[in-house]
């Protein structure tokens, strides 16, 4: 009869491990990881040749239009940068209600969904990429000022875009080393093939939403520790390990009690990861005081690792030595992660431009874990 379930199945354990490690979710010809090898591409061009020697308005440029720019060419985006440094009042109004102890991160969500409800009609385009890479700097300014009581200020058009940004969170033209350090900062970070984040943006995109919706969620993805969230806890761990004495206790103790060490571990990388090795550089530089210390770290964590965790193939990570080098341009700790955003937002938004001008809804199955055909009874009789 109807109340009796005569093949009723319990719920069983996954067969899946999840996350989908390994599955191919996507075609792109924007960048390639390599995780075996430790290389990472931006279409066709060795990270390590990109990261000192260009500026992050020729990289996006690159993932946008597919070459690397000639002067003309970058001096007309540039142009298009400056002439988009602009706040509507309905995203400074948003701000400004924001309470002061909002995370930056939340700020800058805010920030992209205000400006996306009077910004963005229609299909993703390329001028909509343009229009929201050059603002992200301005949202999260503007949001820093006002949390310290100080009124947002206005671009400076003859500043690139690494050197604005920091002249809008200070007030201050940045000196030649603190812009050439964050710049190559963006560089290193502008994409990163089918990271969480890139997939959440593409996602999105698939199914014909516009682009501010896919960065909004996009934002959302990278705050998590486990994707852009950790500069600021390997900053937190590096003051909790405190001294190189205490080290080797600590990293076994945190081992051993199930702890992930932040900055270490990646899905992808199975070696050091490139970008880690460019920013270990810049960091030495930076700060050679605070270097020794933390590479002192990485070292005694790697060996810790293999020790305790034989065949895991654990290494630092991008986020790493990000810490070392934002502190070192003048970022606060809760700048780190939405200051990731400000670069990566140029790879979300090639991603983006690249699902919609070749799209398929992005539907995946899951596998079900719960019952089937159970007895329904109704509410009088439960
Ligand atoms: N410290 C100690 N052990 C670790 C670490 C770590 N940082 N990372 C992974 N492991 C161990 C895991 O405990 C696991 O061991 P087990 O099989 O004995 O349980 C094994 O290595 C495999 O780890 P998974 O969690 O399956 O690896 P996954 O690919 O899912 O996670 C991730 C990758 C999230 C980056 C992970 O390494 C991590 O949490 N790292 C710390 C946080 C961090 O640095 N996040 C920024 C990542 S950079 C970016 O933007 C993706």
Do not use: C
């Not at 720019?69 to 440094?85: D, G, I, K, V, Y």
């Not at 001294?243 to 990646?266: C, Q, V, Y």
């Not at 020794?292 to 990570?317: C, D, H, M, Q």
């Amino acid at each position: 009869g109807p109340n009796q379930a005569t093949n009723a199945t319990t719920a069983s354990a996954p067969k899946n491990k999840g996350g989908l490690e390994g599955i191919v979710a996507a075609t792109t010809a924007i960048s390639k990881v390599e995780g075996n090898t430790g290389r990472l591409i931006y279409r066709g061009y060795n990270i390590h040749d990109l990261a000192r020697t260009t500026i992050f308005e020729e990289v996006v440029h690159l993932l946008w239009f597919g070459h690397l720019p000639s002067q003309q060419e970058l001096t007309n985006l540039q142009q298009r940068f400056a002439a988009e440094r602009t706040i509507p009042e309905n995203v400074m109004v948003a701000l400004r209600a924001l309470p002061t102890s909002t995370e930056p991160m939340d700020a800058l969500r805010t920030a992209v969904s205000a400006w996306g409800a009077v910004a963005i009609k229609g299909q993703p385009t390329v001028d909509q990429a343009i229009a929201l890479t050059a603002r992200f700097p301005l949202f999260l300014a503007a949001f820093n000022r006002l949390r310290h009581g100080q009124e947002p200020l206005e671009s400076k058009p003859e500043l690139g875009h690494a050197a604005n940004y920091l002249y809008l969170l200070t007030g201050e033209v940045p000196s030649e080393e603190h812009v050439q350090g964050l710049n190559a900062y963006l560089v290193l970070l502008a994409d990163h093939g089918m990271n969480a984040s890139t997939f959440t943006a593409r996602i999105v995109a698939s199914t014909e939403s516009d682009i501010a919706s896919s960065i909004v969620a996009a934002i959302g993805a990278l705050k998590g520790p486990l994707h852009g969230g950790a500069p600021s806890k390997v900053q937190d761990m590096l003051h909790e390990i405190g001294t190189p004495e205490n080290a080797d206790s600590w990293i076994r103790d945190a081992i051993t009690t199930g702890k992930k060490l932040m900055g270490f571990g990646h899905r992808v990388y199975k070696t050091t990861d490139p970008r880690a090795e460019e920013l270990r550089e810049m960091a030495r530089v930076a700060d050679p005081q605070g270097f020794v210390f933390t590479r002192r770290v990485e070292e005694l964590a790697i060996s810790i690792l293999e020790e305790l965790k034989p065949g895991r193939r654990l290494y630092t990570n991008v986020e790493y030595y990000s810490a070392a080098l934002m502190a070192s341009v003048g970022l606060s700790g809760d700048l780190f992660t939405p200051t990731f955003a400000v670069s990566r937002v140029g790879g979300w938004t090639a991603h983006v431009l690249e699902q919609a001008g070749n799209n398929r809804l992005i539907r995946p199955e899951a596998e079900y874990t719960g019952s089937t055909d159970l007895a329904f009874k109704p509410l009088n009789e439960r």
